[in-house]
């Protein structure tokens, strides 16, 4: 990779953060895509906080969970 591409790079980015669609201190995630050998993409995207989501254990199911239920 020559240092034009990296400067290239850069000033991507760098308009991304000026223009608001990315915050400066982002934290992103950066990984090669694409199914052929000579067919490949980077793809750069902001990494998101895990929702951990805990079922509330006064809800009731409202259906029946069995196979033979559904017939």
Do not use: Y
Request: glycine fraction near 4%; include cysteine; hydrophobic fraction near 40%.
């Amino acid at each position: 990779m020559s240092a034009n591409m990296l400067g290239q790079f850069n000033l991507a980015l760098q308009e991304l953060v000026e223009s608001g669609v990315w915050s400066h201190d982002a934290e992103l995630e950066v990984k090669i895509a694409g199914t052929l050998k000579n067919d490949k993409f980077i793809v750069i995207k902001p990494v998101k906080e895990r929702l951990i989501c805990n079922a509330n254990p006064e809800l009731k199911q409202k259906h029946d969970p069995s196979p033979s239920s559904n017939i």
